[in-house]
């Protein structure tokens, strides 16, 4: 049987692996949280931690807060990068507030949770050998009718529809 990236059989395997993980207690990574609001979207966002301790197999919760400051609904939506790069595969969100759009009314605050863990499996590679911190990095955008956000990983070019030629 094979899982294709995204899907449920990806998702069932994480919580799979989580039943069966075991902590590396010797290594202990500091995980650090970085939020940005493209210019277009007013909101503040932030996280409200700035940084926690975990060790490879065990599972954390870590908070994002955003506001809406306006006096209309805002449509948000995020993408996230970790750094570094080569630390990504090893880092799994089993619960996360991105690519799914956010719409927060006028003066609205919300706590949006990421629930993550670092895979065992990250303390066996050699080039992760001298990484003891990974940053985690949000950016909210104005989610705009028709736009797709870029996916993390692929290069493709925006697609512009004739209608944003003019």
Same mark, same amino acid.
């Given at each position: %049987?094979?899982?294709?990236?995204?899907?449920?059989?990806?998702?069932? @395997?994480?919580?799979?692996?989580?039943? &069966?993980?075991? $902590?590396?207690?010797?290594? /202990?990574?500091?995980?650090? =949280?970085?939020?940005?609001? @493209?210019?277009?979207?007013?909101?503040?966002?932030?996280?409200?931690?700035?940084?926690?301790? #975990? #060790?490879?197999?065990?599972?954390?919760?870590? =908070?994002?807060?955003?506001? &809406?400051?306006?006096?209309?609904?805002?449509?948000? /939506?995020?993408?996230?990068?970790? #750094?570094?790069?080569?630390?990504?595969?090893?880092?799994?969100?089993?619960?996360?507030?991105?690519?799914? +759009?956010?719409?927060?009314? $006028?003066?609205? %605050?919300?706590?949006? $949770? #990421?629930?993550?863990? /670092?895979?065992? +499996?990250?303390? %066996?590679? $050699?080039?992760?050998? &001298?990484?003891?911190?990974?940053?985690?990095?949000?950016? =909210?955008?104005?989610?705009? %009718?028709?736009?797709?956000?870029?996916?993390?990983?692929?290069?493709?070019?925006?697609? *512009?529809?004739?209608?944003? &030629? *003019?």
């Amino acid at each position: %049987e094979t899982t294709g990236l995204g899907g449920s059989a990806v998702a069932g @395997h994480a919580s799979d692996q989580i039943a &069966n993980m075991v $902590p590396v207690k010797d290594r /202990i990574i500091k995980v650090t =949280f970085n939020a940005d609001v @493209h210019a277009s979207l007013q909101w503040n966002f932030r996280p409200q931690q700035t940084e926690i301790y #975990v #060790v490879p197999g065990e599972t954390a919760l870590a =908070f994002y807060k955003a506001k &809406n400051p306006t006096d209309k609904p805002v449509i948000g /939506i995020s993408t996230y990068n970790v #750094v570094p790069f080569e630390a990504g595969q090893y880092f799994n969100k089993i619960q996360c507030f991105c690519f799914e +759009e956010q719409r927060l009314n $006028p003066q609205e %605050e919300v706590d949006m $949770p #990421v629930f993550f863990y /670092i895979d065992p +499996e990250f303390a %066996e590679d $050699p080039r992760m050998v &001298n990484v003891d911190l990974i940053t985690l990095s949000y950016t =909210f955008f104005e989610a705009k %009718e028709g736009y797709k956000l870029p996916v993390p990983g692929y290069n493709g070019s925006q697609q *512009l529809s004739p209608a944003s &030629n *003019l």
